[in-house]
């Protein structure tokens, strides 16, 4: 689904990424740790082509991203779910226009009864349908992260991108968006990058886990394999 290879990224002096290297194999949940800073949000967004990268090879469902034109690049980014860091909801725009936004240049676009049928759809995933007609204002912060999520599934992504889908939320709800993480994986068959610093949810959500240290992947396991490591480093992660 998705293959990089040998990804570098600086910021003027600042080198971020210095040779990453990662697949994301069909239907699997590969979980990101890493320290602040390190560069995992970054990655992913060289991965959409927010970010360009300055050197490395990126495939995405088969097809070299890297050189890819705009239009050609549109059309792709419709297979890729995003949900940001911060879930970044249009605060002006209610949730039904939130989670339209997506298919406004598609070629549903117009098509009302579709439309329609896809928000809701989407809402009833991340069991929110009731909030269709609220303002991002009137919603907590578990909320603003579940619409995030509805309007990352709305085009029916075969990838999905989730950046710190957790963060900031209590434990329990923090539980409750990891098994709806795990439930969106079966019910869209969907492969998913899962960036977190939120164990229990690495725990639950992820099949496999990646551990970024100095702009590398260093460590590579299931969370139990990870869990048992005696290296300090990786030991860090589960104290
Ligand atoms: N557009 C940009 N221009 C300049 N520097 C940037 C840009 N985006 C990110 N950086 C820098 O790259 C580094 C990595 O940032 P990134 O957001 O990827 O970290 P992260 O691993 O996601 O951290 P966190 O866990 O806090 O989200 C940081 O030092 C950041 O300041
Ligand atoms: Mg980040």
């Known amino acids: 689904m998705i293959e990089v290879q040998n990804l570098y990224k600086s910021f003027g002096e600042k ?4 040779g990453v290297n990662m697949h994301l194999a069909k239907g699997e949940n590969l979980g990101i740790l890493g320290k602040s800073g390190v560069g995992k949000s970054v990655l992913t967004k060289c991965i959409v082509r927010l970010i360009e ?3 490395g ?3 995405v469902l088969g097809k070299d991203i890297i050189n890819m034109k705009e239009d050609e690049l549109n059309e792709i980014r419709k297979d890729i779910g995003y949900l940001f860091q911060g879930g970044a909801l249009y605060d002006s725009m209610s949730v039904r226009e939130n989670l339209e936004f997506p298919i406004r240049r598609t070629q549903y676009a117009g098509r009302k009864i579709e439309v329609d049928e896809r928000v809701e759809q989407s809402l009833r995933s991340v069991g929110l349908l009731d909030a ?3 303002m991002p204002s009137e919603l907590s912060g578990g909320m603003k992260k579940r619409i995030g999520l509805a309007r990352a599934l709305i085009l029916r992504p075969k990838v999905i991108l989730y950046d710190e889908p957790t963060t900031g939320l209590d434990s329990v709800t923090s539980g409750e968006i990891s098994e709806l993480i795990l439930k969106v994986q079966e019910e869209y068959n969907a ?3 899962i960036i977190t ?3 229990k949810c690495a725990k639950i959500a992820t099949n496999r ?3 970024i240290m100095d702009g590398v992947f260093n460590a590579e396991g299931t969370y139990d394999e990870l ?3 005696r290296e300090k480093e990786i030991r860090a992660f589960f104290i």
Request: aromatic share 0%.
């Open 227 to 229: 869990s048992r490591s």
């Open 132 to 134: 269709i007609d609220k």
């Open 191 to 193: 492969a998913s990058i």
């Open 197 to 199: 610093h939120d164990m």
């Open 53 to 55: 990268p300055d050197q």
């Open 15 to 18: 080198e971020i990424l210095k």
């Open 209 to 211: 886990i990646k551990i």
């Open 57 to 59: 090879e990126i495939k």
